[in-house]
T-cell receptor, first 115, second 117 residues
Framework: KQEVTQIPAALSVPEGENLVLNCSFT??????LQWFRQDPGKGLTSLLL?????REQTSGRLNASLDKSSGRSTLYIAASQPGDSATYLC??????????????FGTGTSLTVIP | EAGVAQSPRYKIIEKRQSVAFWCNPI?????LYWYQQILGQGPKLLIQ????????DSQLPKDRFSAERLKGVDSTLKIQPAKLEDSAVYLC???????????????FGPGTRLTVL
């Protein structure tokens, strides 16, 4: 059974701090890994997608890294802002050939940035 | 570009009743996904369509859940009869392509919050 774990489950930081969110997965034969943001009452918004052949992706203040061999990914948020407060989810995709793809989500990290 | 549309946004029913959710994906997106997100958990994929064909429904409780995507555009997810444990947010997502080398980014709708009493 595939498992995706996110630690910590909740995090509270003062504005301006840099922070790291962690995602680990049991099966390293992934196709890609995606980080999402979820705001209360809303759907998920894709932040970064890392293909299995890549080591990291960057978008603005966000940097996601991938280490397949250890089954880990991190999302680094620089200079956090109150608007970053949300739940962050990682999702791992495994390719299953003609039978389609399997997506597994972690349980998320709830981030609160205090002004 | 319009996003993924879902309706209704909220639904409250009693157990053993039936309910249906509707999803309209982003125009041109061939792949459509239905997820179930129970409070405090990550989304769980229920079913994936490629155009109007089912690619993966391995985690869909087929004794009570059904889904269709007629004409390869809109989709409906039905629960009949509902149980208390079906209380969750049902998310629809779409992507341009699902195969290798394609554009895999999933775009999510706002979800339908179902409460079963």
């Amino acid at each position: 059974k595939q498992e995706v774990t996110q630690i910590p489950a909740a995090l509270s930081v003062p504005e301006g701090e840099n922070l790291v969110l962690n995602c680990s997965f049991t099966d390293s034969a992934i196709y890609n890994l995606q980080w999402f943001r979820q705001d209360p009452g809303k759907g998920l918004t894709s932040l970064l997608l890392i293909q299995s052949s890549q080591r990291e992706q960057t978008s603005g203040r966000l940097n996601a890294s991938l280490d397949k061999s250890s089954g880990r990914s991190t999302l680094y948020i620089a200079a956090s802002q109150p608007g970053d407060s949300a739940t962050y989810l990682c999702a791992v995709k495994y390719e299953r050939g003609n039978t389609g793809n399997q997506f597994y989500f972690g349980t998320g990290t709830s981030l609160t940035v205090i002004p | 570009e319009a996003g993924v549309a879902q309706s209704p946004r909220y639904k409250i029913i009693e157990k053993r009743q039936s309910v249906a959710f509707w999803c309209n994906p982003i125009s041109g997106h061939a792949t459509l996904y239905w997820y179930q997100q129970i409070l405090g958990q990550g989304p769980k994929l229920l079913i994936q369509f490629q155009n109007n064909g089912v690619v993966d429904d391995s985690q869909l409780p087929k004794d009570r859940f059904s889904a269709e995507r007629l004409k390869g555009v809109d989709s409906t997810l039905k629960i009949q009869p509902a149980k208390l444990e079906d209380s969750a947010v049902y998310l629809c997502a779409s992507s341009f392509f699902a195969g290798t080398g394609g554009l895999h980014t999933q775009y999510f709708g706002p979800g339908t919050r179902l409460t079963v009493l």
